[in-house]
């Protein structure tokens, strides 16, 4: 094992300054000391055999130059998420975001786990008998959540440097995006099911790349406190919807047969942002369960390319 033991979990008295909650290290192998939820872990080497229980985990690590080994499938699939599975290949799936398997978990021998920060402490007694376990202590919608998340597995990975990198590719990409977009330009992103569409809140990660992309992201009030998406709306109430502009993600064939359907209505057809034909159809897996600099990244490109915005990476 390349891991010193974690230490008892502690409070500390340090303040998180500039958003960083660890000590970030720009030598790859060399010892670095992680704060995590569950207190400070001590690394000291170069992992091989990384398992993400997190769909933002397994983006950051690949993105940092890491090729885990196993990973969870995403929300409303069994494998990885469309945009990330030519960037993995056959990886092996010990689980779901809702669910760890695990015996598969043990069968991948890791010699570190990322997780998310909504991992619980009896999930992670039981993976750190695995292995060494990286848990955020960031809030799952705190405004900058995915950019410290990187930094944590970039320092957990020895890969710091770049993670600081990666941050700074893309805010200087969505400021030149920004530059190009109106003041008080709306948006709302909206993930159409089979019951109806639910407006995403505007506190999760695509949101949040939306509004450092210059848009006035608004989910109108309809999505209860610390949830990440409201109720289903019925069609006679879909004039809720209505924006300068309307992200619709769908997550399956079923999404997609019920949008299809949804477009024939005059309640949808009635809306402003349809007759100015800046209703932009994107992949729900990307644009409401993913997280991460490739994810922040390609929602860039989605956005770039609905503005007409020449802004490469």
């Known amino acids: 094992m390349f891991f010193n033991r974690s230490r008892p979990p502690r409070v500390s008295g340090i303040a998180l300054l500039c958003g960083v909650a660890l000590l970030v290290v720009s030598t790859v192998g060399a010892a670095r000391t992680l704060d995590t939820k569950y207190g400070d872990v001590e690394v000291d080497g170069t992992p091989e055999r990384v398992v993400t229980l997190y769909e933002g985990a397994l983006d950051a690590a690949v993105a940092l130059g890491a090729t885990p080994v196993a990973a969870i499938a995403t929300r409303g699939g069994d494998g990885v998420a469309r945009y990330m599975s030519d960037r993995v290949g056959a990886i ?112 999760i990660f695509s949101s949040r790349v939306l509004a450092d992309a210059g848009f006035d992201v608004d989910d109108d009030a309809l999505v209860p406190q610390g949830r990440p998406h409201s109720d289903p709306l019925s069609l006679e109430n879909v004039d809720r919807i209505d924006s300068d502009w309307l992200f619709l993600a769908t997550l399956n064939a079923d999404g997609e047969k019920a949008l299809e359907t949804a477009r024939t209505s005059p309640a949808f057809t009635r809306l402003n942002v349809v007759k100015r034909d800046q209703v932009v159809p994107v992949d729900g897996q990307l644009w409401t369960s993913a997280s991460g600099p490739i994810a922040a990244e390609a929602i860039l490109d989605d956005i770039a390319g609905a503005l007409g915005v020449d802004a490469p990476r």
């Open 92 to 203: 092996d799936i010990v689980g779901t975001a809702r669910e760890t398997n695990i015996e598969a978990v043990v069968a991948q021998r890791p010699d570190l786990i990322l997780a998310s920060s909504r991992l619980t402490q009896k999930q992670y007694a039981l993976l750190s008998k695995i292995a060494h376990t990286i848990v955020p202590a960031n809030d799952t919608f705190a405004s900058d959540a995915w950019q410290q998340e990187t930094r944590l597995y970039g320092a957990a990975l020895g890969r710091g440097e770049q993670a600081e990198s990666l941050i700074a590719q893309y805010e200087a990409r969505a400021a030149a995006i920004r530059a190009r977009v109106s003041d008080d330009t709306s948006a709302k992103l909206v993930r159409w099911m089979p019951q109806g569409p639910l407006v995403m809140a505007d506190i």
